[in-house]
Nanobody, 121 residues
Framework: QVQLVESGGGLVQPGGSLRLSCAAS????????MGWYRQAPGKERELVAD???????NYADFVNGRFTISRDNAKNTVSLQMNSLKPEDTAVYYC???????????????WGRGTQVTVSS
């Protein structure tokens, strides 16, 4: 089992910045990749960014260079630095972790409870 706890959400004005953090605990040695998803009211959950243990990153098109995902494997944390925030970025942001058990090749996906990000003037 992997437990994920997000922090750093809150209210920010358009153009402002927030830094989200996610701390993983439990079977952290099984984690292959971590990332951030978000879900706005009335919309489906969508990928924001993810990063592998090797440091390879992937971003959604709407990020448009505004966000940066980073991971500290030693601390088992992943962060999302968000700059130039827009009202349409308002959503619940969820931390995600993917694990793969050796030999049995059992894949599991874990989610945090989410942290609210509100961009409004």
């Amino acid at each position: 089992q992997v437990q994920l706890v997000e922090s750093g959400g809150g209210l920010v004005q358009p153009g402002g910045s927030l830094r989200l953090s996610c701390a993983a605990s439990g079977s952290v040695l099984r984690i292959n990749a971590m990332g951030w998803y978000r879900q706005a009211p009335g919309k489906e959950r969508e990928l924001v960014a993810d990063i592998t243990n090797g440091g390879d990153t992937n971003y959604a098109d709407f990020v448009n260079g505004r966000f940066t995902i980073s991971r500290d494997n030693a601390k088992n944390t992943v962060s999302l630095q968000m700059n130039s925030l827009k009202p349409e970025d308002t959503a619940v942001y969820y931390c995600n972790a993917f694990t793969l058990t050796p030999i049995l090749s059992i894949k599991r996906i874990y989610w945090g409870r989410g942290t609210q990000v509100t961009v409004s003037s």
